[in-house]
């Protein structure tokens, strides 16, 4: 059963930064896609970064060259760096495992302005 556990939002301000962490059990990671999503209350979750696995990103043009997606496939956990972060950005942010359709719980990113 693969699990991912999602840890590292809380409240900033704005201009500030975040690192989110995804721990993976159960399945390894190496040489698979992993993807990081966000949502709020009453919109549709939202795909943010995508990491392949050799390492190719994608980013929502909205956090390109604020966000930075990677992954240590020895400690089965993929990151999302995040710099400037912007009020809009607040969201509770989730981790997927799309090989498995496995999600984590979620992390709340809170940005203040």
């Known amino acids: 059963q693969v699990q991912l556990v999602e840890s590292g939002g809380g409240l900033v301000q704005a201009g500030g930064s975040l690192r989110l962490s995804c721990v993976v059990s159960?399945?390894?990671?190496?040489?698979?896609?992993m993807v990081w999503y966000r949502q709020t209350p009453g919109k549709q979750r939202e795909l943010v970064a995508t990491?392949?696995?050799?390492?190719?990103?994608n980013y929502k043009d909205s956090v390109k060259g604020r966000f930075t997606i990677s992954r240590d496939n020895a400690k089965n956990t993929v990151y999302l760096q995040m710099y400037s972060l912007k009020p809009e950005d607040t969201a509770v942010y989730y981790c997927?495992?799309?090989?498995?359709?496995?999600w984590g719980q979620g992390t709340q990113v809170t940005v203040s302005s």
């Open positions: 159960g399945r390894n990671i190496s040489w698979k896609t």
């Open positions: 990491i392949t696995g050799d390492s190719n990103t």
């Open positions: 997927n495992y799309p090989l498995y359709n496995s």
